[in-house]
């Protein structure tokens, strides 16, 4: 039989980790299925998932219920938002991820995941996704970049309720390789700690992840907090009606979830502009060559007349040439059979000049 974990819709079975699967008999990256009182459950792989090796490992649940709204950074190709999907069914995940080769399998699984909201964008830019995500009750970012922990801090302090949890994947490695784990840990708790956050619990995900640590923390007013638009992200704005919207993917999100994108409406129109200045370089650039062509054309012309006129020219010389050169050889030729007449009419009075000779002696 099943045991129930410390998180919604996710159980402990033979020491595996399952969550109760929102897509029936749909798998996400080859995970077994598993079938109890007519419900279906997935293997949740927790070496390929840092909230899985943090639930399998024990660690407790702040903040996160079904109908929870989840921003997840670094969602790569879906692997563990499709389990956080499978928690939230009553909640939705805004899933970040900079890298279009993995985002294209995430957005495939949006298309069955109703609660899954994919972004491309690059989570250093916490401004571009503004207009989509609303203020959050859970930030869970698993980002292996050196800045982790300022990505971090500035997601929470822009999208994270007061009193709200977020939860860091920290890879130490990642910031610097040449120190030790648990210096890292400590400098990264002391800088959350000066930006408003209460370091509640990290713990190392050894061994299902080497040289890592989730740190789990809870937001508090900062004097430090980022000033954002209160009609996009006040706590109270993102009322039933939104959430209705979200439900049944607004205008909004359908125009640009059928692009493959979730970037916001000023990079929209941003490339709109961009788009518009190309088509009309593109068109300038078409009619300088249709008039370039023409010039050329033109030239071909011309040289082509000015050949055919030397041609026949030419033609007409050599027509002019052989003539005089056939009436010089008729003129040759007459005069050699003139000379050969003569010749032959002086040879025959000759020989009549001698037969009278004879005659008279």
């Known amino acids: 039989m099943i045991d129930n974990s410390n998180f919604p819709n996710t159980y402990f079975f033979k020491n595996k980790l399952l969550s109760l699967n929102a897509v029936e008999s749909h798998v996400v990256y080859g995970e077994r299925l598993y079938h109890f009182s007519q419900k279906e459950y997935r293997e949740w792989n927790v070496m390929r998932s840092k909230l899985g090796a943090g639930i399998k490992k024990g660690i407790e649940n702040f903040g996160i219920k079904r109908d929870s709204l989840c921003l997840y ?16 069914d009553q909640g939705f995940v805004f ?32 401004e571009n996704y503004l207009e989509i995500v609303p203020q959050v009750d859970i930030v869970f970012q698993d980002i292996s970049q050196k800045n982790q922990v300022f990505i971090f801090i500035e997601n929470m302090k822009r999208y994270m309720k007061k009193e709200g949890y977020g939860y860091l994947s920290l890879k130490c490695k990642s910031i610097d390789v040449t120190r030790r784990n648990k210096e890292i840990l400590d400098e990264s708790e002391e800088l959350l700690k000066d930006n408003g956050f209460t370091v509640i619990k990290s713990i190392s995900l050894a061994p299902f992840e080497k040289d890592h640590y989730l740190t789990i923390v809870q937001f508090k007013d900062s004097p430090n907090k980022v000033e954002v638009s209160s ?17 049944n993917k607004s205008n909004f999100v359908k125009r640009d979830f059928s692009s493959g994108s979730y970037n916001n409406r000023n990079n929209n129109s941003n490339r709109e502009r961009s788009y518009s200045n190309n088509k009309d370089n593109a068109n300038k650039d078409s009619s300088d060559r249709d008039i370039s062509r023409r010039q050329r054309d033109n030239n071909s012309s011309r040289d082509f007349q000015r050949s055919t006129q030397r041609s026949n020219s030419d033609r007409n010389s050599n027509f002019s040439s052989g003539d005089n ?24 009075s000759f020989e009549a000049f001698k037969n009278s000779k004879k005659r008279s002696n």
């Open 73 to 88: 950074l670094g969602a790569a190709s879906g692997t563990t938002v499709s389990h956080v999907s499978d928690i939230l």
């Open 95 to 126: 899933a970040v991820e900079f890298s279009a080769q993995p985002f294209s399998k995430l957005l495939n699984e949006a298309k069955l995941r109703s609660n899954v909201i994919p972004i491309l964008s690059d989570a250093n830019k916490t």
């Open 231 to 247: 009609s996009s992200q006040s706590s109270s704005s993102y009322n039933n009606r939104e959430r209705r919207s979200f439900d």
């Open 325 to 348: 050169r056939n009436r010089s050889r008729n003129n040759d030729s007459n005069k050699r059979s003139n000379n050969r007449n003569n010749s032959g009419e002086k040879n025959s």
